[in-house]
């Protein structure tokens, strides 16, 4: 009889210890199950995260985007007022040039005129040198206009 039981004593333990495995063997599937669960949740949660920082980077960049095509038409705008600007200081300048010449040309022929009415020559030279028809570059008006000069 002490052998039927230790041999039942035996059986018993072995029982046990298969059940205890196998409850061991549930308990930490279950723990692993648990933590899988945890790190995909946790992942999800950081894949959104990371999308909202994306599209707040994006939203940002697009903002940027806008103020900085304001302010390239600004300053392309901007340019083309200067440039205009500057094309009708140069006309003016170009028409102030030619009329310097002109001045200049007509001044050198009145001295010339002072000159020689100055001079202590005879008289007939002097009636043949006022008479207009003689001198016809004295009444011209001046012709320098922005509209000549801007053709070069």
Do not use: C, W
Request: hydrophobic letters at 30%.
């Amino acid at each position: 009889m002490a052998s039927s039981s230790g041999t039942s004593s035996g059986s018993t333990t072995t029982t046990l210890a298969t059940q205890n495995s196998g409850s061991s063997e549930e308990d930490l599937q279950a723990l692993m199950d648990e933590r899988k669960r945890k790190r995909m949740v946790s992942n999800r949660e950081s894949a959104r995260r990371s999308r909202m920082r994306k599209q707040k980077h994006l939203d940002e960049l697009t903002a940027q985007v806008t103020q900085l095509q304001k302010q390239n038409h600004r300053i392309i705008t901007n340019i083309n007022f200067t440039t205009q600007h500057l094309l009708n200081v140069e006309a003016e300048n170009s028409v102030l040039r030619a009329q310097l010449g002109e001045l200049g040309h007509r001044l050198q022929s009145l001295n010339g005129i002072v000159g020689f009415l100055n001079d202590d020559g005879d008289e007939p030279a002097v009636d043949s040198f006022l008479n207009p028809l003689n001198l016809p570059y004295l009444n011209q008006p001046i012709m320098a206009s922005a509209d000549n000069m801007l053709q070069y």
